[in-house]
């Protein structure tokens, strides 16, 4: 494994600045997985690598590396196999390094109580591809719809580029959030 740390290092930096050019100054973890087996084996096995205890300015970097990379390849096919394979030498094929921006927590819609009943404004027909029948349907303006409010299906929720079927005997809610929940009403379970 000549020049491995070069290697992780020049993947590093180009990796650092596709990221840093779409997320400028954004805070990042990175994640090395390395794919190794031993010579002569038909398929490799996934080895998470930290190389927090290597110092690339060690003149025993590369020997250090390899120790470390053999110690952990060994431990991860014990790990799947529970045993080695001693005498075969061990090749590592594949380097990934992943760097990606830390996410903050997703922000969970505070609950709403449903208390109001959307009354529909109009009605259209729809035929129900898998029966053939033809009944009409209240259309509901997306925009009108505030968290807290539901309808019984069936409904047509309109907005400028989708449309969200609400079958009959499903309920549809509208979340804290503006999101729209649809559950299938109680005693409907056969549908």
């Not at 590093?12 to 010579?39: D, F, G, K």
């Given at each position: 494994m000549?020049?491995a740390?070069?290697?992780?290092?020049?993947?590093?930096?180009?990796?650092?600045?596709?990221?840093?050019?779409?997320?400028?100054?954004?805070?990042?973890?990175?994640?090395?997985?390395?794919?190794m087996?031993?010579?002569?084996?038909?398929?490799?096995?996934?080895?998470?690598?930290?190389?927090?205890?290597?110092s690339?300015?060690?003149?025993?970097?590369?020997?250090?590396?390899?120790?470390?990379?053999?110690?952990?390849?060994?431990?991860?096919?014990?790990?799947?196999?529970a045993?080695?394979?001693?005498?075969?030498?061990?090749?590592?094929?594949?380097?990934?390094?992943?760097?990606?921006?830390?996410?903050?927590?997703?922000?969970?819609?505070?609950?709403?109580?449903?208390?109001?009943?959307?009354?529909?404004?109009?009605?259209?027909?729809?035929?129900?591809?898998?029966?053939?029948?033809?009944?009409?349907?209240?259309?509901?303006?997306r925009?009108?719809?505030?968290?807290?409010?539901?309808?019984?299906?069936?409904?047509?929720?309109?907005?400028?580029?989708?449309?969200?079927?609400?079958?009959?005997?499903?309920?549809?809610?509208?979340?804290?959030?503006?999101?729209?929940?649809?559950?299938?009403?109680?005693?409907?379970?056969?549908i």
């Amino acid at each position: 494994m000549p020049d491995a740390l070069d290697l992780l290092r020049d993947m590093r930096l180009e990796a650092n600045q596709v990221v840093n050019s779409a997320a400028p100054n954004a805070t990042t973890t990175e994640n090395i997985r390395i794919y190794m087996r031993y010579i002569g084996q038909g398929h490799e096995i996934p080895v998470e690598v930290d190389l927090t205890q290597i110092s690339s300015s060690s003149p025993t970097a590369d020997y250090e590396l390899r120790e470390h990379l053999t110690s952990l390849f060994l431990a991860s096919y014990r790990n799947l196999y529970a045993r080695e394979i001693p005498g075969l030498e061990i090749e590592a094929l594949n380097w990934l390094l992943t760097i990606q921006t830390v996410e903050p927590p997703l922000e969970v819609s505070p609950t709403v109580q449903t208390t109001k009943e959307i009354a529909a404004m109009r009605t259209t027909p729809v035929t129900d591809p898998l029966t053939g029948v033809t009944e009409n349907y209240m259309l509901l303006e997306r925009k009108s719809l505030a968290p807290g409010s539901f309808a019984i299906g069936p409904a047509l929720v309109v907005e400028a580029q989708t449309t969200t079927v609400v079958p009959r005997h499903f309920k549809c809610f509208t979340v804290g959030a503006g999101h729209l929940k649809i559950t299938k009403m109680q005693g409907w379970d056969s549908i």
